[in-house]
């Protein structure tokens, strides 16, 4: 038990609120920028109390970045990433957990080892991947010599050429970003937690084990599954690197790429204030999620640590 002293409180106190300092006066300045004219942005120093052109600012930033359109892209990718990594890591942490397979420790170790693996490593053949996804079954044509085989057969020459490209779809933005180490094992881990006399008592009522797993350890797991969707949706939401390369159409944007276009470039107006509202209209979508889902948050950080 640690001892409650008034010295500790104060350390305490004083920790805490330089984190929040820290953690909101760049947000206090970004809504101070983002209220002012350009003229006014760009004086030295910036003032510290709001302008009066702050709804005005956000209604250009807006119109400017599309947000209507990119809002809606990224609401889909993110939910998208959210539901399908929590889908396949729940799947695999239950086969890895309650199925004994031959090298199922070696699958665990594979997931677990591609942890240190981000997806700016494989970048290049993802984006081969998925700009072909037919690349597997065009080899499998190619080895088996079909197109031979076929003109054998009917005594014509053809060729067999196969492609399904993804690029500046929602599929292509999303599948490659479904696959989660760190849920896959987070979900082993509580798994291991639930007791064995669980499982039993179900196999005796003759249950089966998409039973078991839809009935018992999914109920179980909703805390869990909250707090990871949080931090999936936050993860979806703040891609950058994957919707630049995989997007072309302006309309397949995320709400990031157009804020990016928002920051003024060295032959622009530098229209900071916009960049600010921008900003401020990108992370709102993120702070509502963890606003409204932090009692749940809280409960599953505290249930997956037990």
């Not at 009917?154 to 067999?160: E, P, Q, V, Y």
């Not at 690029?167 to 599948?175: A, F, Q, W």
């Not at 928002?262 to 963890?290: F, K, Y």
Request: hydrophobic share 55%.
């Amino acid at each position: 038990m640690v001892e409650r002293s008034p010295v500790l409180s104060m350390i305490c106190h004083a920790i805490l609120i330089a984190g929040a300092l820290t953690v909101c006066i760049p947000l206090y300045f970004a809504f101070v920028a983002g209220s002012l004219t350009v003229a006014e942005v760009q004086k030295v120093p910036l003032p510290w109390l709001p302008g009066s052109q702050f709804f005005d600012n956000l209604q250009l930033a807006w119109s400017k970045g599309n947000f209507s359109r990119t809002f809606t892209n990224s609401i889909v990718v993110a939910l998208g990433i959210t539901a399908g990594k929590i889908a396949v890591s729940l799947l695999s942490a239950f086969a890895i957990t309650y199925f004994r397979f031959r090298y199922r420790m070696l699958a665990f170790w594979l997931i677990f080892v591609s942890l240190m693996l981000p997806i700016e490593v494989r970048i290049v053949p993802t984006f081969e991947a998925v700009a072909n996804a037919a690349l597997p079954l065009q080899w499998l044509v190619d080895t088996l010599h079909l197109a031979d085989l076929w003109g054998w057969i009917s005594g014509h020459d053809i060729a067999i050429a196969l492609e399904w490209n993804m690029v500046n779809t929602y599929p292509g933005l999303i599948l490659p970003l479904i696959a989660s180490a760190t849920a896959t094992f987070l979900f082993r881990q509580f798994f291991l937690t639930v007791p064995d006399e669980l499982c039993e008592a179900a196999r005796l009522d003759g249950a089966s084990p998409l039973h078991f797993f839809w009935s018992i350890l999914l109920p179980l797991s909703v805390p869990n599954m909250v707090a990871l969707a949080i931090i999936l949706f936050l993860f979806g939401w703040n891609q950058y690197l994957w919707p630049l390369l995989f997007t072309t159409d302006k309309d397949m944007a995320t709400a990031v790429i157009a804020l990016k276009g928002l920051i003024p470039r060295s032959d622009s107006e530098p229209a900071w204030n916009i960049a600010m509202s921008g900003a401020l209209l990108t992370m709102l979508p993120p702070a509502l999620v963890v606003l409204l889902l932090q009692r749940w948050f809280i409960k599953g950080l505290i249930d997956s640590s037990k």
